[in-house]
Nanobody
């Protein structure tokens, strides 16, 4: 079983919402910062949002700010990404990542120790 397992992706119309989940196995979430990344076909993987180890700081890329919300529930060893007002340009494979490090100001981790396998999000009519 993978250390990080994403779920919640799917097909949604523009303006719709999805909530992604990242279940954490084999490691204890409370010691790790968590970030969500995405990669569209032919594009580089980019950081979307990051939440600090204690949950007190969240950062976002400019492209998702004010639309996406990252959260974590250490008791459930799960992190989430609530995605609202989705746009076609949000279409990508979304990955969660973990490391005992800080978040950058642009919604990424300074480095990554663990990656999930990804979940597909498609925004289309």
């Amino acid at each position: 079983q993978s250390t990080l397992v994403e779920s919640g992706g799917g097909l949604v119309q523009p303006g719709g919402s999805l909530r992604l989940s990242c279940e954490v196995h084999e490691i204890t979430l409370e010691y790790y910062a968590i970030a969500w990344y995405r990669q569209a076909p032919g594009k580089r993987r980019e950081g979307v949002s990051c939440i600090s180890v204690d949950g007190g700081r969240s950062t976002y890329s400019d492209s998702v700010k004010d639309r996406f919300i990252i959260s974590r529930d250490d008791a459930k060893n799960t992190a989430y990404l609530q995605m609202n007002n989705l746009k076609p340009e949000d279409t990508a494979t979304y990955y969660c990542a973990a490391r005992r490090t800080h978040c950058t100001d642009s919604g990424a981790l300074a480095a990554v120790d663990y990656w999930g396998q990804g979940t597909q999000v498609t925004v289309s009519l």
